[in-house]
């Protein structure tokens, strides 16, 4: 392992600079390779962005950063990339700073900026040296995300390609599913959902697996299935649908065919029941029909009281059921809610309808 200090200026890193969505983000007269497969893609905002124009106008030193060197003596850019395509892009006038574009400056402003020494370590190494050197040589604050250091490690044909489809801005799996995944493509969340809706949740076996296929077709293929299964399953959306694991919902259901018009009809429904508390239970509960993803309100401490006051402390299921507990006045932390009509027959979480039950009739009643 070699590692160098070299002062290099932003003149002649953004000699060459290319910015390609298809083919990367190159400098260095075409010999740095500003966003190697294992980075991050930009995420700066323009707040820290201009906080690198800032510091660069002002002399102040801006922190260390380093490079890879590979055999063919070209580079990579290691740590430091966020600042690199910072200074690049104003450069390129892809930005104004202070209403002025690099362009608009005198060719004194430029020059000071172009003539800016930036700090490089020059790493020399083998891809495995390389790759702990990036896990260990992090931008403080910019901690990376699961998904990111994943693709540090399973660098290679199908992450490219992947990455062009699930982890660019406006990319064709954010346009697509926006509305029905949380998360970031540049900070691979949307990659990460995908991965993890195909494989069942284990992210680094399928990547593994898949690290060396010439694209990653398979995984667009099944996300989009999964996402034209919602939009044609529940064609009217609502808020509560983004975050939902489809994909857990599409590959139990995928196959039957439902009526539409029925589940909007029931969704609609479940929507004005106040006693439903989690609304985005409703999706899961009327594919399955398990009452325990609606979180159906549960009774105040109020009516459990007025209803236990109203029975004496009698639980009337011991007493229906001729227990040996019938007469037996039980203290009010040993009894519990109970709706009297079931919430799916149409009962409501109102005073009539509670009644206070021991707990041992509770669970017996529930498991009914």
Not at 257 to 268: S, Y
Request: aromatic residues 12%.
């Amino acid at each position: 392992m070699k590692i160098e200090l070299n002062e290099i200026t932003i003149r002649e890193i953004v000699n060459g600079y290319v910015d390609n969505n298809e083919s990367g983000v190159v400098g260095y007269s075409g010999k740095l390779n500003i966003r190697p497969p294992y980075q991050r893609e930009f995420i700066y905002n323009e707040q820290k962005r201009n906080a690198v124009l800032d510091t660069i106008n002002k002399g102040f030193p801006l922190n260390v950063m380093y490079w890879v060197k590979n055999e063919d003596g070209t580079f990579e850019v290691l740590d430091g990339q966020q600042r690199t395509i910072s200074f690049c892009q104003y450069v390129n006038s892809d930005f104004s700073l202070n209403n002025k574009f690099f362009h608009n400056l005198t060719k004194t402003e430029q020059d000071k900026i172009l003539d800016y020494k930036c700090m490089i370590y020059i790493c020399e190494g083998n891809d495995l040296e390389k790759l702990e050197w990036f896990k260990t040589i992090i931008i403080a604050g910019e901690q990376l995300t699961p998904q990111e250091l994943r693709n540090a490690v399973y660098t290679g044909s199908w992450l490219s390609d992947a990455k062009l489809k699930f982890s660019k801005s406006n990319c064709a799996a954010y346009l697509l599913a926006k509305d029905y995944v949380n998360g970031s493509p540049l900070r691979q969340e949307i990659l990460e959902t995908a991965i993890s809706w195909i494989n069942g949740g284990d992210i680094e076996g399928y990547m593994a697996i898949h690290q060396h296929d010439p694209n990653a077709n398979e995984l667009w293929t099944y996300f989009k299935n999964v996402i034209d299964w919602v939009q044609l399953t529940f064609p009217k959306y609502r808020k509560e649908m983004k975050g939902i694991n489809w994909a857990e919902l599409y590959n139990l259901y995928h196959t039957i065919t439902f009526d539409t018009n029925k589940l909007e009809t029931r969704i609609a429904e479940l929507y004005l029941d106040d006693d439903v508390t989690n609304k985005k239970g409703i999706y899961l509960y009327v594919l399955n029909g398990l009452e325990k993803h609606l979180n159906i309100r549960a009774f105040s401490d109020a009516q459990k009281l007025k209803a236990y006051n109203r029975q004496g402390g009698i639980c009337p299921l011991c007493v229906s059921k001729r227990k040996p507990t019938a007469t037996k006045v039980w203290k009010i932390e040993e009894m519990e809610g109970d709706h009297i009509t079931p919430w799916h027959l149409g009962g409501k979480t109102d005073d009539t309808n509670c009644q206070m039950l021991c707990k041992a009739c509770n669970r017996e009643k529930g498991g009914n």
